[in-house]
Structures are given as structure tokens and as C-alpha cells.
């Protein structure tokens, strides 16, 4: 067998020399089973590095053995990884995963726990929409449904599985600053609704203030600005005297180095951009971006294992946070120095409105 797949109950049941049925009746303990059957079924489980048996025992039970997972979308390539990492822990045990995908939008989370609830799974992976807040989310605990975060910062009673979002924009205004960039902006999208976006500002804010930067000027978009490069080049030209922009995620620093290119501006030389998730396509890019990587995968991993965790009545533990990496990209470099009269120089942080002072919780 492939050693690279994981092993199935149908190769336990092969190597053993018996039905599936019967494997699964051994290695569930839910079933009689001669010895000379039992010792071959249980050496192939052990010989193949089958799981089952270790999880699978003790989660069945009149449960549906489903999974919910709600993520905000699958096009994005950060949260597709989260939900393939999830699937590698649950591969074996049993558990299939119901995937559903709400596009940043806080009804179509509360609706979508709502419907996988009516499926009555077992328990709940989630990244939504202000979760402290969802009623939803509310009715799942109080039905005893166990619930892993993913991506979120802590919440009381709610583990998760994340980066420290605060901390990895810190080390965004360090590199800035070392560079020597003092006038630099945020971009966030859907900031009014992302405990992320909201904790990377102010990580990046308290940074700037603690090496004796002005306050990044925060700049909230909503999705036609952030899709539209010639509105986001709009936005961003009466910015005068920006040199750096820290995005809030990599598809937003990529609409920032297109803008700029309307801008007539040349990335790094005119503006230096950063990303955060560290997607792939980030370094096939002619300039490759520079980035905050993040673990997807394991994020999915440790957010399923928890789950596990709980089904089997474990208290909740908050795992520590997982590590991020500064990817260094081609997009960073120092500010062009310009002669100026410094009389001349506008105050920053500019006065900087939102062009959507609506945004949609997502």
C-alpha cells in the first residue's frame, strides 16, 4: 500500500483476511469475534497505522458522525488549506465533514450553523463573523454541540485554533521601521466584523507608537473597492507622502500593487506593500509579495483535534498560538528620499474617511 495514503478500514479488513464488517466490529468492540480473528485484525490496524480504533470506539454512539465546517469562502486558499488540514485528523476516525461557506456574511453564518445543526452533527469547526456574538452559535453550545474556532483570536470559553494577530503586525511595523518608513497606512477589509483585522491594527498601531511613528492611517474598504483597483488607486493617491501600506490580507496587497501601477508608482521603489496568510500565488507574482506566512493546514489540524477532543468530554484547553514566519518577498524596500520643505509636509496620519461606513459584518 501507498505508505503516503492514510489506511482505510477496507485495507485493515484485506490485510486480516476478513469482512469489513468484521474489522470494524473489532476494532468498534461491537461484536463478538473469534480470537484468532481479533489478534489478525487488531496486528493489521496496528501494522498499517490505522486510527480508528483509537478514536473511532469512543466517539460512536447514536451520533451522526458528521462534522459541520463553516468557513467564510473556499476561493480563498487560506481557509480551503484550514478545512483540508481538518480532514487529514478526521480521515479514519468515522467523521465526515459537511462544509459550508457564508462569503463574510454574519446572516448567512447564523443560517448556516442554523442548517448543520437541523443535520444534527456532531460538532462544529467554524471562522465567521463576530462569534461572540452569534446567536446561532449561542443554540449550538446550549445543545451541548461541541465548537473549535479557526483563525479567531481567543474567546472565553470558545478554543481556537490561530496566529497571534497582534504580535505578527508588530514584527510588520519592525521591518517597516528598520526600513525607515514612517508614514504608512492600513487597509482593512471588512474591519468592522473581523476580530482579525481589528487585533492586526492595533498590533501594528502600538508598534508604530512604540518606536515613536505616527499612527498608521487605517483605510476600511469594502468589496467593490478592494476588487477594483482604478477606485482603490483613487483612494489611495491623495495619500500624499505614503511610502509603506501593511494589507490586511495577500488578495488586498495584490489589488494594492495593481493600483499602484495606475498610480504610476513602481513597487517597492515608489511603495513598499505588505500581505498577511502567506499565500502561494504571492510568490509567483513578478514582484513576489512580502508577507505574514500562517500554518492553514495546521490550523485545520489542531481545530479538528480539539474537536476530537471535546466529543470525547475533555475539557476545552486553549492551545498556545501557532507560529508565523516573515516572508520576506520583493516588495519591501527602503523609502526614495525626496527634498521637500518640511513646513510643506502634511500632518500624518491624514484625514482618512471610510468609503463604506456600512460595512456588512463579514
Same mark, same amino acid.
Given at each position: ?30 461484536? +463478538? ?6 489478534? *489478525? ?25 458528521? =462534522? ?38 454574519? $446572516?448567512?453564518?447564523? $443560517? ?42 481567543? =474567546? ?43 487585533? *492586526? ?9 512604540? *518606536?515613536?511613528?505616527?499612527? #498608521? ?11 477594483? #483597483? ?37 513597487? +517597492? ?70 527634498? *521637500? ?22
Amino acid at each position: 500500500m501507498d505508505q503516503e495514503r492514510r489506511a482505510t478500514i477496507k485495507d485493515v479488513a484485506r490485510a486480516a483476511g476478513c469482512g469489513i464488517a468484521t474489522a470494524s466490529r473489532v476494532l468498534n468492540g461491537s461484536g +463478538p469475534a473469534s480470537a484468532d480473528v481479533r489478534a *489478525r485484525v487488531e496486528t493489521a490496524a496496528r501494522d498499517l497505522g490505522f486510527s480508528f480504533s483509537a478514536i473511532g470506539r469512543a466517539l460512536q454512539g447514536g451520533r451522526s458522525m458528521t =462534522i459541520g465546517c463553516l468557513v467564510p469562502s473556499l476561493a480563498n486558499p487560506v481557509f480551503a488549506e484550514a478545512v483540508q488540514g481538518a480532514q487529514e485528523v478526521l480521515a479514519g476516525t468515522g467523521y465526515q465533514l459537511l462544509i459550508a461557506c457564508s462569503n463574510y456574511d454574519g $446572516e448567512a453564518d447564523n $443560517e448556516a450553523i442554523a442548517t448543520l445543526l437541523a443535520k444534527e452533527v456532531d460538532g462544529l469547526i467554524v471562522t465567521m463573523v463576530a462569534p461572540e456574538c452569534s446567536g446561532a452559535l449561542k443554540l449550538a453550545r446550549q445543545r451541548g454541540v461541541p465548537v473549535s474556532l479557526m483563525f479567531h483570536d481567543p =474567546i472565553d470559553g470558545l478554543p481556537t485554533a490561530y496566529v497571534d494577530n497582534f504580535e505578527a503586525a508588530r514584527d510588520v511595523a519592525r521591518h517597516f521601521a528598520d526600513l525607515g518608513h514612517r508614514n504608512t497606512a492600513f487597509l482593512a477589509l471588512r474591519f468592522s466584523g473581523s476580530d482579525r483585522s481589528r487585533n *492586526r491594527y492595533a498590533g501594528f498601531q502600538a508598534e508604530c507608537g512604540a *518606536r515613536g511613528l505616527p499612527d #498608521p492611517a487605517l483605510i476600511e474598504l469594502g468589496e467593490a473597492e478592494a476588487n477594483t #483597483p482604478e477606485v482603490l488607486a483613487d483612494i489611495l493617491a491623495p495619500l500624499a507622502g505614503l511610502t509603506a501600506v501593511f494589507a490586511s490580507n495577500d488578495f488586498l496587497a495584490i489589488a494594492v500593487q495593481k493600483a499602484a501601477r495606475l498610480m504610476g508608482k513602481r513597487v +517597492p521603489r515608489d511603495l513598499s506593500v505588505m500581505g498577511f496568510d502567506g499565500i502561494e500565488i504571492g510568490r509567483l507574482l513578478d514582484v513576489p509579495l512580502a508577507t505574514i506566512e500562517t500554518a492553514s493546514e495546521a490550523m485545520g489540524r489542531q481545530a479538528a483535534q480539539t474537536l476530537l477532543d471535546l466529543m470525547q468530554g475533555k475539557d476545552a484547553v486553549q492551545a498556545p498560538p501557532l507560529p508565523f514566519t516573515f516572508r520576506a518577498g520583493a516588495t519591501l524596500a527602503r523609502p526614495r528620499m525626496e527634498s *521637500r520643505d518640511d513646513d510643506q509636509v502634511a500632518p500624518w496620519p491624514p484625514s482618512v474617511h471610510s468609503l463604506n461606513t456600512s460595512l456588512k459584518q463579514g
